[in-house]
T-cell receptor, first 111, second 113 residues
Framework: RKEVEQDPGPFNVPEGATVAFNCTYS??????FFWYRQDCRKEPKLLMS???SGNEDGRFTAQLNRASQYISLLIRDSKLSDSATYLC????????????FGTGTRLKVLA | NAGVTQTPKFQVLKTGQSMTLQCAQD?????MSWYRQDPGMGLRLIHY???????DQGEVPNGYNVSRSTTEDFPLRLLSAAPSQTSVYFC????????????FGEGSRLTVL
């Protein structure tokens, strides 16, 4: 079983729709959590960190559920420019820190 | 602002050849890492380093060597290239290994024939 799992999609949604992605992680010692965005043939870039209390950044909301070991990303009012792959990242400490990526969920927002 | 610089951006190798992918960062980050990205597999951690002189293995270390003689540089060596090492390689660094944002280079596309 992979340490970090995501539904690969693709999610095809119309402009203006709300879409949610989930990500599960297996290491209960995981300490920090992130969502990254990757455009086609580009490097990943940080979208947002995920805090225990949940956090929001404009149209994006991230939630963490430590008991069930999953994190989520909600995108409201989708824009064409949101089309990308969204990567869930988990940082676990086992002597040193390792950032482990999920396989990514591909989103395509349709006009 | 250079950030994380990877070279070369593209490389074609023959099976059995060796090469080094270079990674340099100018942000004084202690933590550096190498990932490979393959279709359907996401980014997989190859090796990482928490500071000069300290390296450790990630998820898929076989066939790769690293060293960290300076804070700035973290080269990835392919000892004897195999077609299975055809991939896109990303170098990433962060100041705070526990909570910090990873900054990525633009990637190096490697094809092994």
């Amino acid at each position: 079983r992979k340490e970090v799992e995501q539904d690969p999609g693709p999610f095809n949604v119309p402009e203006g729709a709300t879409v949610a992605f989930n990500c599960t992680y297996s290491n209960s010692a995981s300490q920090s959590f992130f969502w990254y965005r990757q455009d086609c043939r580009k490097e990943p870039k940080l979208l947002m960190s995920v805090y225990s209390s949940g956090n929001e950044d404009g149209r994006f909301t991230a939630q963490l559920n430590r008991a069930s070991q999953y994190i989520s990303l909600l995108i409201r009012d989708s824009k064409l420019s949101d089309s990308a792959t969204y990567l869930c990242v988990v940082n676990a400490y086992s002597g040193t820190y390792k950032y482990i990526f999920g396989t990514g969920t591909r989103l395509k927002v349709l006009a | 602002n250079a950030g994380v610089t990877q070279t070369p951006k593209f490389q074609v190798l023959k099976t059995g050849q060796s090469m080094t992918l270079q990674c340099a960062q100018d942000m004084n980050h202690e933590y550096m890492s190498w990932y490979r990205q393959d279709p359907g597999m996401g980014l997989r951690l190859i090796h990482y380093s928490v500071g000069a002189g300290i390296t450790d293995q990630g998820e898929v270390p076989n066939g790769y060597n690293v060293s960290r003689s300076t804070t700035e540089d973290f080269p990835l060596r392919l000892l004897s290239a195999a077609p299975s090492q055809t991939s896109v390689y990303f170098c990433a660094s962060t100041r705070l290994a526990g909570t910090g944002e990873l900054f990525f280079g633009e990637g190096s596309r490697l094809t092994v024939l």
